[in-house]
């Protein structure tokens, strides 16, 4: 058993496309907030979008602005990420995260965007993405 289990991913030339998927066996309540992190070897993690359903809270890592789109689906309680026009900074291992408590945009592009406030973990899942 495992509280957020992911799939998607793979390995596609720049400018391509990938959809990442997280399903949540775990409960939660709306007003959580999800996400998908990422990290490179040698390099932070880093949180790349963050949604809290209810309140219509979402908010992306600017460089992935206008090419990432992040959705939950509360009746298949499956996290999204649709990645397009991928780059190859974009590569990396994708996390998908659930933290019970608000969103803010400091876990994307801020501080706080470690995921260290994140309180369960998906496995990861490789994304790599070629020139």
């Known amino acids: 058993w495992v509280p957020l289990e992911e799939s998607g991913g793979g390995s596609v030339p720049a400018g391509g496309s990938l959809s990442l998927s997280c399903v949540v066996h775990?409960?939660?309540?709306?007003?959580?907030?999800f996400a998908w992190f990422r990290q490179t070897p040698g390099k932070a993690r880093e949180g790349v979008a963050v949604?809290?359903?209810?309140?219509?809270?979402?908010h992306y890592k600017n460089s992935v602005k206008g090419r990432f789109a992040l959705s939950f689906d509360n009746a298949k309680k499956e996290l999204t990420l649709q990645m397009n026009i991928l780059r190859q900074d974009d590569t990396g291992t994708y996390f998908c995260?659930?933290?019970?408590?608000?969103?803010?945009?400091?876990?994307?592009?801020?501080?706080?965007?470690?995921?260290?406030?994140?309180?369960?973990w998906g496995q990861g899942i490789p994304v790599s993405v070629s020139v």
């Open positions: 995260a659930l933290r019970r408590g608000f969103c803010y945009r400091s876990f994307v592009d801020g501080d706080e965007n470690d995921g260290s406030t994140f309180h369960v």
């Open positions: 775990t409960t939660y309540d709306r007003s959580d907030c």
């Open positions: 949604i809290e359903e209810d309140h219509d809270t979402l």
